[in-house]
């Protein structure tokens, strides 16, 4: 089932950038509520050291995810390229290859962690307090990982085969059941971190079995099996190979959030002990609101350039551009007030210690304060990815993460200790923008240092004139009073 072109190309930009942005953004919020569940549910009912241990056991999450990723990318990647050349028996055998190396290295993965587990949990930055929450909690979710990625690999292949809604389908049930999971084990059961961990391994199991359940049209269509004898024989180099190439860019973007959640970590843990850990967790999730409508609209960008540049049709690439970067910023603002007025109700779904409460939000207002900026580079990936430009948008992918902020925040940490951490943010931020300005500028074929000139030359002038204009003013002024004297005196 291939897309109706005609998408692109009857009505507004601004009504087709909706039409793809709406979809984007409650697809990503419903992930992100996944997530974000066992952090809400643990901090009401068991407390903040709770949420810490979370925060610990988040880049063995996101390691976990970040493998899955780059098979389910790699392999969406080739079954559209096999069905594009009606291949079906290299379709056959890449999804073959796909659900047996997804096996193999979830399972092989999760049990080095597991083996390995006390050591990796103290060198995430657990201290001796979160340590005995992470262990429970990662010794379970473990078992998930496998559930959650093979989830991802099938809703990826199915996507790629004309089934554009399963994501969010399989997302949804997850979350959902996941919710109530928790409830049960954690509010009413009182299982703890452990009862968390459980709820999210059987919504992750739920969600494989729905997914598996809707995969079966295809598997009788191409008349797969997943026998051992069939797998072991669909064994091809040159697939897996593929497979890891197309997908190594998005499971490095992937990772970049897990190494940089362990460096920062570390560098909290001894800075700022546990208390830092915590708030730095419920601001990196409280902040992924405005993230998830950053990229949603971002994302919902790239197939309109993307269409509109195949085209050659410069004037609507043009517009696409300046459509989404207005879009995107008049969106950011407008949830950066809310979060910004809102912290401290917001946050306080997750704390109840009051004094904790307030040092979190005044880092959770430090942290986002320069967010919205932010909204311009994703622009700027996206943008460049949708052209073609793999080399620059993976660049930029990795800039803001892994150029920019590890090295500011180990700098300022170490020198003006939490407090260096949270301001790297929007420093991080900052420099981000300015550098995806650049690029910007150079997309929209206007010359950024004629650009930057220009745009002083203005402001010289603006001085000049409004310098000029208090001179005059205050010349009759003075003129007005001097003769206002004059015929004070007159008349006395």
């Given at each position: 089932m291939g897309m109706d072109s005609r998408i692109f190309t009857n009505g507004k930009i601004s009504k087709i950038l909706l039409k793809f942005a709406i979809p984007a953004v409650i697809s990503l919020l419903v992930l992100e509520l996944y997530n974000m569940v066992d952090t809400l549910f643990v901090g009401i009912y068991i407390g903040p050291d709770a949420i810490g241990a979370l925060t610990i056991a988040f880049p063995i999450?996101?390691?976990?995810?970040?493998?899955?990723?780059l098979i389910a990318i790699g392999t969406s990647s080739l079954v559209s390229r096999n069905l594009g050349e009606n291949n079906l028996k290299a379709l056959k055998n890449t999804i073959l290859n796909?659900?047996?190396?997804?096996?193999?290295?979830?399972?092989?993965?999760?049990?080095?962690?597991?083996?390995?587990?006390?050591?990796?949990?103290?060198?995430?930055?657990?201290?001796?307090?979160?340590?005995?929450?992470?262990?429970?909690?990662?010794?379970?979710?473990?078992?998930?990982?496998?559930?959650?990625?093979?989830?991802?690999?099938?809703?990826?292949?199915?996507?790629?085969?004309?089934?554009?809604?399963?994501?969010?389908?399989?997302?949804?049930?997850?979350?959902?059941?996941?919710?109530?999971?928790?409830y049960l084990l954690v509010a009413i059961l009182g299982f703890g971190v452990i009862g968390a961990a459980i709820a999210t391994v059987i919504s992750q199991a739920i969600g494989f079995a729905f997914t598996l359940y809707k995969f079966k049209p295809i598997k009788k269509s191409f008349n797969l099996s997943f026998s051992l004898k069939s797998m072991k024989l669909s064994i091809n180099k040159g697939i897996l190979i593929s497979i890891f190439i197309i997908g190594f860019s998005s499971f490095i973007?992937?990772?970049?959030?897990?190494?940089?959640?362990v460096i920062l970590n570390n560098l909290l843990a001894y800075n700022g002990g546990d208390e830092a850990i915590i708030i730095i967790g419920i601001v990196t999730k409280v902040s992924m609101f405005m993230f998830i409508t950053i990229i949603g609209i971002s994302s919902a960008m790239q197939p309109i350039v993307a269409f509109s540049f195949g085209a050659s049709d410069k004037l609507k690439v043009r517009e696409a551009l300046i459509t989404s970067i207005k879009a995107v910023s008049l969106s950011s603002v407008a949830l950066w007030l809310i979060l910004m007025i809102f912290s401290k109700q917001i946050i306080g779904f997750f704390l109840k210690d009051l004094t904790l409460l307030n040092d979190t939000?005044?880092?959770?207002?430090?942290?986002?304060?320069?967010?919205?900026?932010?909204?311009?580079?994703?622009?700027?990936?996206?943008?460049?990815?949708?052209?073609?430009?793999?080399?620059?948008?993976?660049?930029?992918?990795?800039?803001?993460?892994?150029?920019?902020?590890?090295?500011?925040?180990?700098?300022?940490?170490?020198?003006?200790?939490?407090?260096?951490?949270?301001?790297?943010?929007?420093?991080?931020d900052f420099i981000s923008c300015l550098t995806s300005i650049y690029f910007i500028l150079k997309a929209l074929n206007l010359n950024p240092l004629k650009y930057t000139l220009n745009l002083m030359n203005l402001f010289n002038k603006y001085r000049i004139n409004n310098i000029t204009f208090s001179k005059i003013e205050s010349s009759e002024n003075k003129e007005l009073v001097s003769n206002k004297y004059i015929k004070d005196t007159a008349y006395t």
């Amino acid at each position: 089932m291939g897309m109706d072109s005609r998408i692109f190309t009857n009505g507004k930009i601004s009504k087709i950038l909706l039409k793809f942005a709406i979809p984007a953004v409650i697809s990503l919020l419903v992930l992100e509520l996944y997530n974000m569940v066992d952090t809400l549910f643990v901090g009401i009912y068991i407390g903040p050291d709770a949420i810490g241990a979370l925060t610990i056991a988040f880049p063995i999450q996101r390691l976990l995810i970040a493998v899955g990723m780059l098979i389910a990318i790699g392999t969406s990647s080739l079954v559209s390229r096999n069905l594009g050349e009606n291949n079906l028996k290299a379709l056959k055998n890449t999804i073959l290859n796909a659900f047996l190396i997804t096996g193999l290295s979830l399972t092989t993965l999760s049990l080095l962690i597991y083996i390995f587990k006390n050591k990796i949990i103290y060198f995430l930055g657990a201290s001796s307090t979160i340590f005995p929450y992470a262990d429970n909690y990662i010794s379970v979710i473990l078992i998930g990982g496998i559930f959650q990625c093979l989830t991802v690999v099938l809703c990826y292949i199915m996507t790629a085969l004309g089934n554009t809604k399963i994501t969010l389908y399989a997302n949804s049930l997850g979350a959902i059941i996941n919710i109530f999971i928790n409830y049960l084990l954690v509010a009413i059961l009182g299982f703890g971190v452990i009862g968390a961990a459980i709820a999210t391994v059987i919504s992750q199991a739920i969600g494989f079995a729905f997914t598996l359940y809707k995969f079966k049209p295809i598997k009788k269509s191409f008349n797969l099996s997943f026998s051992l004898k069939s797998m072991k024989l669909s064994i091809n180099k040159g697939i897996l190979i593929s497979i890891f190439i197309i997908g190594f860019s998005s499971f490095i973007i992937e990772i970049s959030d897990a190494i940089v959640a362990v460096i920062l970590n570390n560098l909290l843990a001894y800075n700022g002990g546990d208390e830092a850990i915590i708030i730095i967790g419920i601001v990196t999730k409280v902040s992924m609101f405005m993230f998830i409508t950053i990229i949603g609209i971002s994302s919902a960008m790239q197939p309109i350039v993307a269409f509109s540049f195949g085209a050659s049709d410069k004037l609507k690439v043009r517009e696409a551009l300046i459509t989404s970067i207005k879009a995107v910023s008049l969106s950011s603002v407008a949830l950066w007030l809310i979060l910004m007025i809102f912290s401290k109700q917001i946050i306080g779904f997750f704390l109840k210690d009051l004094t904790l409460l307030n040092d979190t939000v005044l880092a959770f207002r430090i942290c986002i304060s320069l967010l919205p900026s932010v909204s311009i580079y994703y622009i700027c990936i996206y943008y460049y990815q949708a052209i073609g430009k793999a080399k620059l948008s993976f660049i930029l992918s990795l800039y803001r993460q892994l150029i920019v902020f590890i090295p500011l925040a180990t700098i300022l940490t170490i020198k003006f200790g939490v407090m260096g951490a949270l301001i790297s943010y929007p420093i991080a931020d900052f420099i981000s923008c300015l550098t995806s300005i650049y690029f910007i500028l150079k997309a929209l074929n206007l010359n950024p240092l004629k650009y930057t000139l220009n745009l002083m030359n203005l402001f010289n002038k603006y001085r000049i004139n409004n310098i000029t204009f208090s001179k005059i003013e205050s010349s009759e002024n003075k003129e007005l009073v001097s003769n206002k004297y004059i015929k004070d005196t007159a008349y006395t």
